[in-house]
Each structure stands twice: as C-alpha cells, then as structure tokens.
T-cell receptor, first 112, second 117 residues
Framework: GQQLNQSPQSMFIQEGEDVSMNCTSS?????WLWYKQDPGEGPVLLIALYKAGELTSNGRLTAQFGITRKDSFLNISASIPSDVGIYFCAGQLGGGSEKLVFGKGTKLTVNP | EAGVAQSPRYKIIEKRQSVAFWCNPI?????LYWYQQILGQGPKLLIQFQNNGVVDDSQLPKDRFSAERLKGVDSTLKIQPAKLEDSAVYLC???????????????FGPGTRLLVL
C-alpha cells in the first residue's frame, strides 16, 4: 500500500527558531494535508494543499505541494512553546478515493 | 460549530473482552471515518461510511472488528474479542460536504484511548 516517509522523526529547537519538516512518497497524491496533534487530542488540520506547486500560509506556518505531487513540506517560522506537538502529513489519492495516508509524524519540542 | 464527539475518552479492558466506541460527527457531514492510531504511528483508516453505507472497510480486521452507522449520523465501532495489539487510540473523523474543485477535508474527534491488558 501507499506509504509516506516523514522526516525528521523528532526535532528539538529553541524558541524563536524556524522549523522545516517534509513528507515524500512513491505515489502521486492529489491533496496534501498537514495536521498537528497535541497529547490526548485528535489531529487538528493546519493547512490543506490541492494543487501541485501550491504554496499556502497560515500565520507562521507555510506549506507547499511539490511539483511532482509526491512530496510536501511544512515550515514553521519563529517557533513558540505552544508549537510543541506531533505534526503529521497526510496524502489523499483522489480519483474517487478519499482515503488519507498518514506519515509517522514529526515530534517537535520547543525549549523556551 | 460543534466538533466531532467521541466517547468514552479512555477504556481499559482485559484481552478477550468486548468494547464499543461511539462517535457523533459534525452536523451535516455525510462521510464518517474510523481510524486506529498505534503509539508512535500516524492514524490508519479502518472504515469509511457515506451516510449509512460502507465505502471502504478493506483495512478493518473483520474477524473481530465491526462498525455500524444505522441512521447515517452516529456510529459505533466494536471490538470482540480484544487482543493486546488492539491497544491504540481510535479516532473518528467526518468530512465536509463536497465543494467546488473537490476541496474537502477531514476533521477529527479527540479519540478513545484503549488499553488492553
């Protein structure tokens, strides 16, 4: 089945630093989604990308849909302590399939 | 707008026992999903409903897992009998109705944390 390779697996940064994480796949996806999951909660949608090459921002977050449709990245600028959590990428195949395939997540720790 | 509701939030059972989880999706969302999230992994789709019909249950272990959405709104997921490896978070999600250009996204509930001893 389809798999997403998400990296890095974990990150330890200082408050104020920028963060970058990415997902790659051997399959082509029509939609890329980025979620954040806090402990004890379900994933919360951060950014959705629907077109190859699309670059979308949500506050300090920026994500891009790779031109090959096989990758996506998420950047967080000027990190703050509340950015702590696990970030997941998810790809949707489209073509009538609404199934989401998730990466294994990037655990972000921000030191004040 | 109320989010996806799930209950219970936590459940501890012994292996071979049965357990059921409940989900109430966002009002108006016809599509409902159940995911299993094992510690350290991303969510994995178990089953997808469109109204009260099953769209995809290819990854549902049907020998022990069952799910229903009889009236096309609430849904229940059951495990009978539970195994140790079923310990996970069970997430319910619902999807916005179709929009122009196919821009649809899934919204998740808080999950039910299951521990099988």
């Amino acid at each position: 089945g389809q798999q997403l390779n998400q990296s890095p697996q974990s990150m330890f940064i200082q408050e104020g630093e920028d963060v970058s994480m990415n997902c790659t796949s051997s399959s082509i996806f029509n939609t890329w989604l980025w979620y954040k999951q806090d402990p004890g909660e379900g994933p919360v949608l951060l950014i959705a990308l629907y077109k190859a090459g699309e670059l979308t921002s949500n506050g300090r977050l920026t994500a891009q849909f790779g031109i090959t449709r096989k990758d996506s990245f998420l950047n967080i600028s000027a990190s703050i302590p509340s950015d702590v959590g696990i970030y997941f990428c998810a790809g949707q195949l489209g073509g009538g399939s609404e199934k989401l395939v998730f990466g294994k997540g990037t655990k972000l720790t921000v030191n004040p | 707008e109320a989010g996806v509701a799930q209950s219970p939030r936590y459940k501890i059972i012994e292996k071979r026992q049965s357990v059921a989880f409940w989900c109430n999706p966002i009002s108006g969302h016809a599509t409902l999903y159940w995911y299993q999230q094992i510690l350290g992994q991303g969510p994995k789709l178990l089953i997808q409903f469109q109204n009260n019909g099953v769209v995809d249950d290819s990854q549902l272990p049907k020998d022990r897992f069952s799910a229903e959405r009889l009236k096309g709104v609430d849904s229940t997921l059951k495990i009978q009998p539970a195994k140790l490896e079923d310990s996970a978070v069970y997430l319910c999600a619902s999807r916005t109705p179709g929009l122009a250009g196919g821009r649809e996204t899934q919204y998740f509930g808080p999950g039910t944390r299951l521990l099988v001893l």
